[in-house]
C-alpha cells in the first residue's frame, strides 16, 4: 500500500490545464458551469462515464480508465436540459436521469425522464411506457430509477404514474428493447419503493395530505411491507409530519428484513438506526455523530450502504468496515492538502476516481489503479480557474443577540493592506433548511474577486446542526432567522475588518432574506440583490398548498391570522419602507420559485425605486442554461461595482 501511495503524491505535481493568471479574472471562468459532472466507474474499471458540460448544454461521454480523451455518447434533444446523473447497469449499459420544466394546465413542472445507452454500439433510447406516451398528460409525466438489479444488469426498475393505479406504480424495464412489465399495481399510496438484493420490492413509503373529515387532518407518511413477492403490502404504520422523531429510510439490508433509517430519535441529531421493519422496532444506532447531523449515506458500487457522512466545515465520511475506512484513508494521504472523497470506484476497489478540493482551489478529478501502481489527473470541474491565486474561506462564529452561537464563513479579498477595509457582501444560503460550507464557491470567490469581503452564516433553520437548531427557524422567516443574519452583520462591523459599506445578495431563500433586508433594515444596504427569490411569502405558501406541499413549518396554514400576517415580513407589502437600489433576476421556467415572485414586485416597485429586473426566457431556478448564468453574474458584478 506504501508503494502506490509515493507514487500517488506525485500527483499533486502534475500540471492542470488552465489559464495563465491575470490580475482581473473574467467573470466567465466563475460563470462556467462545472466542466465535469457525476463521473462513474464501470464495474470492471475498464471505463468512466460522466456529465460534460458544453456551451451547447449537457452532454454525457464515456473515457477509458486512465485517458482524457472522451467520447460523447448522448446530448438531448433539447440541449439546454438538466442532466441529473449517470448510473451504470452492468459494464454495457448505462441510465441517464434527465429534467427539464414543461407547460400543462397552467402551471410548470419540473419533469423527469430516463435514457438508456448501450456503450458498445453506442445507441440511445428513452425508456417510455408506450401505452402512457398516448396520453394527453405524458408531456409532464416522470421516470424516476427506482433502482438497478445487483443480479440483472439487461433490467431496471423505473416508477411512474399510471392511470389505471392512479399511484406511481413501478416497472421491469428491459435495456435491450425498453419494454415495460409492471411489477404490481400500487394500491397503497405509495411514492417511493425499495428493493432487497433479488430486485423484489419490499417496502413502500407514502406521503398523502388528509383533509379532516373523517381522519385527522395533515400530512402523513405511511410506510408499507411485505416479506416475500407472493404478499401483499401491509400498512405497518402511519406518521404525521411534523410530530414526533423524524423516519427517513436510506436502504434495505441485503434479505430486505431491516431498514436503514435516518432519524433524530434519543439524540436531536439525524443519526442512521437498523430498523426491523416487521416489528416496527429500532435495533440499534449504527453512527451517530455528537455535534452534526448526518446528512447522507455511503455506498459502495454495488449500491451497498458502508458508511455514512455529515458536514462540519468540509463534509467527513465514516466507514463501517475497517478495510473501508483504511482504504479511504489512503486515498485522503495519497492528495494531502485537499479535502477528498471518492467519487466512485470498480467492483474491486482497484480502480478509483477520486474528487479533490480545498476552499480556494476548484474540484478536480484523480484517477488512481491500484493494481498497476499508476494515477494521474483527469480533470478540473472548473480549468479556467486552476492555477490562479484565489481567496482563502475562514470559519467564524459570532453570538445573535439572544447569545446563541451561529456559525459562519467570512472571505477576504487577497492583497488587503494592512489596515485595509473592504466592503462587504453578505451573501445568506437558500433553503432555508440548507447550510454554507467552506468548500469553494464560485459566486463567492467572483465577488472576493472584485475586491468585496463575503459573510456567509449558517442561521437557525439552517441544516446540519441538530434537531433544536433546525426547528428554531420554524414559523419564523422574517423574524429570528432574519435577525441571525443582521446579528452577523452587527457583531461583524463591531470587529474592525471590514467597511460599513455593504451590500446584501441572496438566490431563493437568500433572495426572500435581500429583499426583506431591504425594508427591514433600510438604511444598512447600499444595495440589494435577489436571485429567484421571494417577495410575497403568502402567494408563496398558498400557491404551494395547493400543490398539497407541506407548509406547516412555514406558517400554520389554517390559522387565517397567522397567514395573513405574512405580508408583514413580505417585501412586496413594504416597499414604501426601501431605500436601496435593487436587481432582480428570476427565470420563466423555475418550478421551485414561480418568477411572478420577481416580476409582481418589480411592476409594484419600478415607478418608486432604483430597479433593475432581468428575467430569463426559459431560465430554471438554478441558472443552470450557461449563457443565462453568465449574464447573471456580469449584471451582478456590475450592480456591486456601482454601488459599493
Known amino acids: 500500500m506504501d508503494k502506490w501511495i509515493k507514487i500517488l503524491a506525485l500527483l499533486l505535481t502534475l500540471p492542470l ?339 479533490a478540493i480545498k476552499d480556494n482551489s476548484p474540484g478536480k478529478y484523480f484517477w488512481i489503479d491500484l493494481s498497476a501502481n499508476k494515477g494521474g489527473m483527469w480533470f478540473s470541474q472548473y480549468p479556467h480557474l486552476e492555477k490562479q491565486q484565489l481567496a482563502t474561506v475562514q470559519a467564524i462564529q459570532y453570538p445573535a443577540s439572544d447569545g446563541v452561537i451561529i456559525p459562519a464563513y467570512l472571505t477576504l479579498p487577497l492583497g488587503l493592506k494592512e489596515g485595509e477595509r473592504p466592503a462587504l457582501v453578505v451573501l445568506p444560503h437558500g433553503g432555508p433548511h440548507s447550510r454554507s460550507t467552506r468548500y469553494f464557491n464560485p459566486l463567492v470567490q467572483l465577488i472576493v474577486s472584485r475586491g468585496y469581503a463575503v459573510l456567509q452564516m449558517n442561521f437557525r433553520g439552517s441544516k446540519g446542526f441538530g434537531t433544536q437548531f433546525e426547528t428554531a427557524g420554524y414559523y419564523q422567516w422574517g423574524k429570528l432567522m432574519q435577525q441571525d443574519v443582521m446579528d452577523g452583520v452587527a457583531w461583524l462591523d463591531t470587529q474592525n475588518i471590514v467597511s460599513k459599506d455593504a451590500c446584501i445578495v441572496g438566490a431563493s431563500y437568500g433572495g426572500y432574506v435581500a429583499l426583506t433586508a431591504a425594508f427591514q433594515d433600510s438604511k444598512r444596504f447600499k444595495c440589494v440583490a435577489s436571485i429567484a427569490g421571494i417577495s410575497d411569502l403568502k402567494e408563496l405558501v398558498e400557491d404551494e398548498e395547493r400543490q398539497s406541499t407541506y407548509v406547516d413549518n412555514i406558517v400554520e396554514f389554517d390559522d387565517d391570522a397567522a397567514v395573513d400576517a405574512l405580508d408583514e415580513v413580505s417585501a412586496i407589502a413594504n416597499i414604501s419602507k426601501i431605500k436601496a437600489p435593487i436587481l432582480l433576476i428570476h427565470g420563466t421556467r423555475d418550478t421551485r420559485v414561480g418568477y411572478s415572485q420577481s416580476k409582481d414586485f418589480y411592476n409594484k416597485a419600478k415607478s418608486k425605486l432604483d430597479i433593475n429586473y432581468i428575467e430569463f426566457e426559459n431560465g430554471t431556478h438554478f441558472l443552470d442554461n450557461p449563457d443565462n448564468r453568465k449574464v447573471a453574474y456580469d449584471e451582478l458584478s456590475k450592480f456591486l461595482n456601482k454601488h459599493l
Open 17 to 355: 490545464p488552465c489559464m495563465a493568471a491575470t490580475s482581473t479574472i473574467p467573470v466567465e471562468s466563475f460563470s462556467n458551469l462545472r466542466m465535469i459532472e457525476s463521473p462513474q466507474v464501470s464495474p470492471n474499471g475498464k471505463s468512466i462515464v460522466a456529465i460534460y458540460n458544453t456551451e451547447n448544454g449537457p452532454l454525457v461521454v464515456l473515457s477509458a480508465f486512465g485517458s482524457k480523451e472522451i467520447t460523447g455518447l448522448a446530448q438531448l434533444k433539447k440541449a439546454k436540459d438538466r442532466v441529473d446523473f449517470v448510473s451504470w447497469s452492468g459494464n454495457e449499459h448505462v441510465i441517464i436521469g434527465t429534467s427539464y420544466p414543461d407547460y400543462y394546465n397552467g402551471m410548470y413542472f419540473r419533469v423527469s425522464r430516463l435514457y438508456g445507452i448501450n456503450v458498445k454500439n453506442k445507441k440511445v433510447r428513452e425508456l417510455i411506457h408506450k401505452r402512457m406516451s398516448k396520453e394527453s398528460f405524458h408531456v409532464v409525466q416522470s421516470y424516476q430509477l427506482t433502482s438497478t438489479l445487483k443480479h440483472d444488469a439487461e433490467h431496471i426498475l423505473v416508477s411512474t404514474y399510471d392511470k389505471r393505479d392512479k399511484a406511481y406504480s413501478v416497472f421491469k424495464v428491459d435495456l435491450t428493447d425498453g419494454s415495460f412489465e409492471k411489477e404490481f399495481a400500487n394500491r397503497y399510496e405509495v411514492g417511493a419503493w425499495y428493493p432487497d438484493a433479488d430486485g423484489v420490492i419490499r417496502l413502500g413509503i407514502g406521503g398523502e395530505k388528509e383533509k379532516g373529515l373523517f381522519q385527522e387532518k395533515g400530512h402523513f407518511i405511511s410506510t408499507w411491507y411485505r416479506t416475500n413477492e407472493d404478499e401483499i403490502f401491509t400498512l405497518l404504520h402511519k406518521k404525521k409530519m411534523g410530530e414526533g422523531a423524524t423516519f427517513s429510510v436510506k436502504g434495505l439490508t441485503d434479505d430486505g428484513s431491516k431498514a436503514y433509517v435516518m432519524s433524530d430519535r434519543e439524540t436531536g441529531r439525524q443519526s442512521l438506526w437498523l430498523y426491523d421493519i416487521a416489528s416496527g422496532k429500532f435495533e440499534s444506532k449504527l453512527f451517530g455523530h455528537e455535534k452534526f447531523d448526518l446528512n447522507g449515506t455511503v455506498k459502495n458500487s454495488a449500491g451497498n450502504i458502508v458508511g455514512v457522512a455529515w458536514d462540519d466545515d468540509f463534509e467527513r465520511r465514516h466507514y463501517f468496515d475497517e478495510q473501508d475506512s483504511q482504504h479511504f484513508e489512503s486515498i485522503k494521504s495519497a492528495l494531502k492538502g485537499y479535502e477528498v472523497y471518492i467519487a466512485s470506484e470498480s467492483k474491486d476497489k482497484t480502480k478509483v476516481l477520486a474528487h
